[in-house]
């Protein structure tokens, strides 16, 4: 004992604090990481738990065989106390439904429709910003617009102007973007209203959605675009190659990163519409007024009509639209890793 | 029509008038300073009138190329600006103007009291019937759930950043790749299981409890953690120790020196949350009910008619841009710090 403690040094009062101090810092770490970690295990962690745990809880059945609880529900129920079983039945069920392939189709075709107009659309805004001088400072603040504007209440101006006011028969007004189709010979469309057609309606949500898209994408490309080096450009200028030939050979080349990075996130964006659909139809129809069966409705329209419902088919349609979202990303990173130049 | 279309050609015309006008200045400073491309063309054996019809040549087809730009670009950016028009100038036209079968660009007169309406729910004709739409609420609920989230979500991202950039612990750097590995999952994973745990909290019945709701789920973002780390992280360790042989506690440190150095990165933070509030839909919608609305579940579910049953656009264009507006003032004062943050993340709001 006596030569143990003569082997450790004597400390001063400071060092001893100082010593301290050092054992209390990582402590002190946790102490700050405290409200992030508490609020993440509550509102992140558990979700991603509890979520996958309600997707698969099997229905359950009396003796003969009848549906007599969700899983979820009888969970709840029970106070969370019960063996359960584990199963596919809310996967069946949420495929099975009709407005599944609704949802299903709307999402990809919105999707793989919007992303090649606005990706190209966004390439030659920034390419054309790009080679101007004056004026560029206030056409990419007007390009940046529609991103800081509220989606909901841009997506009711939009649904104004495509509206025509009174009988369909005879409106007293057939909206704005009719009088401009009027103006160069067209006839007008019914867009929105009651009857309209669901190519009509897919026509508007596209329009809007791609307004709504190019901020972001521009922004990212025209930021790449300053970043290349003038002189692949000088010498292509010496070869004499065509503006055409340097756009596709020296342009899109230098900016796959980007071209790559606004794809997979329009990619993942696109299968996340919900929001846009419901700033022009509304979340009461998803539809054109008098329509049945939300006939616009979305995968992410489809987790939440059923979240306050049916938690166990919600958490399913979720994790099938996070699959889908997977795989394409998946298979979007495959792709760029072949084509990008880094 | 016509006048839509004259006023756009004007536009276009001056617009593309003033791109000629300005290359040809530049072009004429940029004459002299002819450097090594102008020299290797001439090393082989061109003759100084060769040079100038090719010169010439390309001078008539750079302007061409210059006004097909400026066509273009002027052409997007009247698609990309007629939404926001065509609302303002709605939102000031009258109730049988709007509805007139010739529609007029610019009101013929401007009728203000539309804007009225939105706060006094009574109308010109005594019909309209705001109820439904109580634009003072909606605006309080949203700018004090504004200030609040940002406020506390701006304490524990400080905090949080602070402990990953300047503090050694073990299993700092296996914590900090989880929490980025969260950022992958998409939001609707989190939103059932959010919902049904807020309203087992008993969060969903009273104002507080939906307040608490809007704020609390979405205190910590890991991605402005990170934002906010890379920029402690910039900051060099010697001041750290200059200030801990000085005396100074961590606190005092992070308060005096780490947080004004990061200032703008905090500002980024601050605009893209109080956008994120204003923004914010689905989410409010599903807890908030008509208990507790904020201002974009409000603009949705109000309906806007008169006892007759008929839209009043006008009134509803006034309250868009009512909704509008504050975004568009933010973006234009403070655009540097939002386009910061927007290129980094992709995130909206």
Redesign the interface.
């Known amino acids: 004992m006596d030569t143990e403690r003569a082997q450790k040094p004597v400390l001063s009062k400071e060092e001893k604090k100082i010593l301290w101090k050092a054992r209390l ?2 402590l ?3 102490l ?2 405290l ?2 970690l508490v ?2 295990a ?7 738990i ?2 996958v745990r ?1 997707a698969f809880l099997a229905d359950v059945r009396d003796v003969m065989g009848e549906q007599v609880y969700t899983g979820y529900d009888y969970l709840k129920d029970m106070g969370g106390m019960y063996d359960f079983s584990f199963s596919f039945e809310n996967f069946a069920h949420v495929v099975g439904y009709g407005g599944f392939k609704t949802a299903l189709t709307n999402t990809i075709l919105l999707t793989v429709i919007t992303v090649p107009i606005s990706t190209m ?1 966004a390439l ?2 920034a390419v ?2 790009n ?5 560029r400072k206030l ?1 990419q ?14 997506g ?3 649904m ?2 495509f ?1 025509m ?2 009988p369909i028969k005879s ?4 909206g ?1 973007i009719n ?2 189709i ?2 160069f010979g067209g006839k007008p469309v019914n867009w929105v209203k009651e009857g309209s057609s669901y190519w009509a309606n897919m026509t508007v949500l596209i329009i809007y959605i791609v ?1 709504n898209a ?1 901020p ?1 994408k521009i ?2 490309l025209l ?1 790449g675009l300053q970043g290349v080096n003038k002189q692949y450009y ?1 010498a292509a ?2 070869d004499g190659a065509s ?1 055409f030939r340097i756009f596709w050979r020296i342009t899109v080349p230098l900016l796959s990163p980007m071209i790559a990075y606004v794809v997979i ?1 329009g990619f ?1 964006g696109g299968f ?1 519409e ?2 846009s659909i ?2 022009i139809f ?2 009461v129809r998803m539809g054109p007024p008098g329509s049945i069966g939300r006939p616009l409705n979305t995968m ?1 329209g489809l ?2 009509d059923s ?2 419902s049916n ?1 166990g088919e ?2 399913a349609a ?2 099938i ?2 699959v889908i ?1 997977f795989a394409v990303t998946m298979v979007n990173l495959y792709v760029s890793k072949k084509k990008v130049h880094y | 029509m016509i006048a839509f279309i004259v006023i756009s050609a004007v536009l276009c015309a001056a617009i593309v008038f003033y791109g000629v006008v300005v290359w040809i200045t530049e072009r004429k400073r940029e004459v002299p300073q002819d450097d090594w491309m102008g020299q290797a063309v001439a090393t082989k054996g061109m003759r100084a009138k060769d040079i100038d019809a090719v010169s010439k040549k390309q001078t008539v087809m750079k302007i061409l190329v210059q006004v097909g730009l400026y066509v273009f670009l002027v052409f997007m950016a009247i698609i990309v600006l007629f939404p926001f028009y065509w609302m303002l100038i709605s939102s000031l036209k009258s109730q049988s103007e709007y509805n007139a079968s010739i529609p007029t660009y610019w009101p013929k007169q401007f009728h203000w009291e539309n804007y009225k309406y939105l706060f006094v729910n009574v109308a010109e004709d005594g019909m309209f019937i705001a109820s439904d739409f109580d634009l003072k609420t909606l605006f309080l609920n949203t700018v004090l759930v504004g200030v609040v989230s940002t406020l506390l979500s701006l304490i524990v991202t400080v905090l949080a950043a602070y402990a990953f950039a300047r503090l050694e612990f073990k299993g700092k750097n296996a914590l900090f790749a989880a929490l980025l590995a969260t950022m992958m999952l998409p939001g609707e994973l989190f939103t059932i299981t959010n919902y049904v745990t807020v309203s087992s909290f008993g969060w969903i019945t009273d104002k507080v409890g939906i307040f608490t709701a809007l704020v609390v789920p979405f205190l910590v973002s890991v991605f402005y953690i990170y934002l906010l780390r890379q920029n402690f992280m910039q900051i060099p360790n010697e001041l750290y120790l200059a200030a801990k042989v000085d005396g100074t506690s961590d606190l005092k440190y992070l308060w005096k020196v780490m947080i004004p150095l990061s200032a703008p990165t905090l500002i980024s933070i601050t605009i893209l949350k109080m956008m994120g509030a204003w923004n914010s839909y689905i989410w409010p919608n599903l807890i908030g009910g008509n208990i507790f609305q904020l201002v974009t579940v409000g603009l949705r579910s109000a309906s806007f008619q008169n006892a007759a049953g008929e839209t009043l656009f006008p009134i509803q264009m006034a309250a868009v841009v009512l909704v509008t507006l504050p975004l568009l003032l933010v973006f234009i004062f403070l655009r540097k710090y939002i386009m910061r943050g927007v290129s980094r993340s992709g995130i909206k709001g």
């Open positions: 810092s990582p002190k770490a946790w700050y990481l409200p992030t609020v993440l509550i509102f992140t962690v558990w979700p991603i509890s979520t309600m659309l030659l805004i054309a910003l080679s101007i001088k004056p004026l056409l603040t007007i390009f940046f617009l529609p991103y800081v504007t509220n989606t909901i209440a841009v009711m101006v939009f104004a102007m509206q006011i009174g409106p007293t007004s057939v704005i009088n401009i009027e103006a307004w190019l972001f922004l990212v930021g000088d200028k010496v503006r996130t993942i996340k919900y929001t419901v700033g509304g979340d992410v987790v939440y979240i306050k938690q919600a958490s979720a994790l639209l996070f979202i």
